[in-house]
């Protein structure tokens, strides 16, 4: 079995945002850059299904769609134990435009489990995996919080409304994952770090596809009222505020 | 042409985001002059169809067939599309729950629509189509153009005003055309009952590392029961497997936006603040007078959780 995981290389979730070229795009001035959380995880995932022999996976691959400066994020993603990555070479425009790109190659490589996190950190939008899926014309199960394999088959759940479903699906299958997958991100060892610099890394030229869309701004949230400060011996105000001021009990 | 919206359904019942769906798409369907859709697929009896009219919906399309019982992305995606073309969707509304986050994105390859995620308002303008939606989890919100001829939209929950608008609204069965096998199939399902969904819940009161240990909690619990809340948990603390990680909330959790958020011994870290951030009224409880949380918070009070809750228990049974 094969699995491919989409990285998305991220702002660290601790960044200030801030904007340039007519609030146009993110200041990207002294940003730290990171594999997205829910991509680390899954990745994590993919590797604790590895390390099981029964379960015969015989490679884990990332992918990301991005210029060269996101080869640290994909080495990274290398050093914590993916066999091999691709990158492909063209600056993200949107989600429908990068699934394109991913889908693409997957036509002509393919895998049999697909690994999306539930969304990214920076734009927020929830959509490649499901895109890739579509564009593939595989199922895809979405807010998976466990993924296992027992004879060659995939046993996957995902959150409902107030509970879990478990369910099968035929391969190949494109999952999204979420909070619970893994328990916490794998750390890359120093041995891990040494082996990633000859790891095979991938760099394919991009389809000419089109956005469907285009971010014409940024904005900051506007700024909130001073927070009321209440005396812990006067608890009664408090309560006294929430029913008559803010009107929410 | 029409708006087209999905309303789901939980063992044949709506939900209040159900009719916060219809109305933010009836004043889409205003802004464009036309028509306002409901799809609903699923057994749902007439008197419980008959509700989403009250709030401008025109035309209501119901689907029953044996292949949808249960959500499978491809049969889903593909029944909203075929009743997206036969009424000729210029926009399609969706929850932005997993349901709907599950679903759109594939609908917007089949139906080559541009999609706008976790939107909280009505678009900006409709030509050109701009829409509003946070971006950098919370930390910034971004003006998204949409290009395509046909647009897909995610309402976040709890984020439109909504309000009666009632309407003869015909409802009218579709037959879809569903062809191959259903690739996933559920096998089983837990269901917790009795229990507060965190994400449909209007008041939240959550604990952090503040509370010290999770032998601690019993004021949580006891103030979300008076409150009709749900309880939520900070990072650190699912973490250590005090709270299980379906109660973590946070830009790596779960995302809510309720009216009323109880913050307890929470700090308030940058990732934390992402996940709460669209919550109407914030209340802060924690020892450190400097912790972030009251920067994010409408009323604050500086003071141990373990004295202030049960206070805060008291002046609550006596309001």
């Not at chain 1, 995981?5 to 007519?22: E, G, Y």
């Not at chain 1, 996190?117 to 927020?124: P, T, V």
Request: one cysteine or more; hydrophobic letters at 45%.
């Amino acid at each position: 079995m094969k699995i491919l995981i989409c990285l998305s290389n991220v702002p660290d979730t601790t960044t200030k945002a801030k904007f340039v070229n007519d609030n146009k795009a993110f200041d990207t001035a002294g940003v730290q850059w990171i594999i997205n959380p829910w991509d680390e995880l899954a990745l994590t995932r993919a590797l604790e299904l590895k390390a099981n022999a029964a379960n015969n996976i015989e490679k884990v691959t990332v992918i990301t769609v991005g210029k060269v400066d996101a080869e640290p994020t994909i080495r990274k993603a290398l050093a914590i134990g993916a066999d091999d990555a691709v990158r492909i070479d063209a600056e993200p425009k949107d989600a429908y435009f990068v699934a394109a790109q991913i889908a693409e190659y997957v036509k002509t490589n393919p895998f049999d489990i697909i690994v999306n996190g539930i969304e990214s950190s920076d734009y927020n939008g929830s959509a490649v995996g499901g895109m890739v899926a579509e564009f593939l014309n595989i199922p895809s199960v979405s807010a998976v919080s466990t993924l296992e394999i027992a004879n060659g088959e995939v046993k996957i759940t995902r959150d409902i409304d107030g509970g879990k479903e478990v369910i099968k699906s035929q391969l190949p299958v494109l999952v999204v994952v979420q909070k619970g997958i893994a328990k916490e991100p794998m750390i890359a060892a120093m041995r891990g770090i040494m082996m990633a610099k000859t790891k095979p890394l991938a760099v394919v030229a991009p389809q000419a596809i089109d956005a469907l869309t285009e971010i014409v701004s940024f904005e900051l949230p506007k700024p909130k009222p001073p927070c009321k400060m209440i005396d812990p011996e006067n608890v009664k105000e408090l309560v006294h505020l929430l029913q008559n001021e803010a009107k929410v009990i | 042409m029409s708006v087209l919206v999905f309303t789901e359904n939980w063992d044949g019942k709506f939900k209040k985001q159900s009719f916060e769906l219809v109305s933010y798409a009836g004043k889409i369907a205003e802004m464009l002059k036309t028509q306002t859709v409901a799809l609903s697929i699923g057994n749902v009896q007439e008197d419980e169809l008959k509700k989403l009219a009250n709030y401008s919906t025109d035309k209501i399309i119901t689907v029953t067939n044996d292949k949808l019982k249960n959500l499978d992305n491809q049969a889903y995606t593909s029944v909203i599309a075929q009743v997206a073309e036969k009424v000729g969707a210029k926009v399609v509304i969706i929850a932005n729950n997993n349901t709907g986050k599950a679903i759109a994105p594939r609908l917007s390859v089949r139906l080559k629509a541009g999609l706008g995620s976790a939107v909280s308002k009505l678009p900006i303008s409709v030509e050109p189509f701009v829409i509003y939606k946070k971006a950098l989890s919370g930390k910034a919100f971004a003006n998204v153009v949409i290009k395509s001829d046909v647009k897909i939209i995610t309402l976040s929950q709890n984020s439109f005003e909504f309000a009666e608008n009632p309407k003869p609204a015909a409802i009218e069965a579709f037959e879809p055309v569903l062809s191959g096998d259903i690739k996933t199939n559920v096998t089983d399902v837990q269901k917790q009952t009795g229990k507060l969904i965190l994400t449909d819940a209007e008041i939240v009161v959550s604990g952090g590392r503040g509370m010290k240990s999770p032998d601690n909690w019993g004021p949580i619990e006891e103030l979300a029961q008076l409150l009709g809340a749900a309880t939520a948990c900070s990072r650190p603390v699912s973490d250590e497997g005090w709270r299980t990680h379906e109660e973590h909330t946070g830009q790596t959790g779960k995302i809510i936006a309720p009216n009323l958020y109880i913050a307890a011994g929470i700090s308030g870290a940058i990732q934390h603040l992402a996940g709460i951030s669209s919550s109407k009224c914030i209340v802060a409880i924690n020892t450190d007078k400097d912790a972030p949380i009251f920067e994010a918070a409408n009323y604050g009070i500086v003071g141990d959780a373990a004295k202030v809750l049960p206070a805060l228990i008291q002046a609550v049974k006596e309001k």
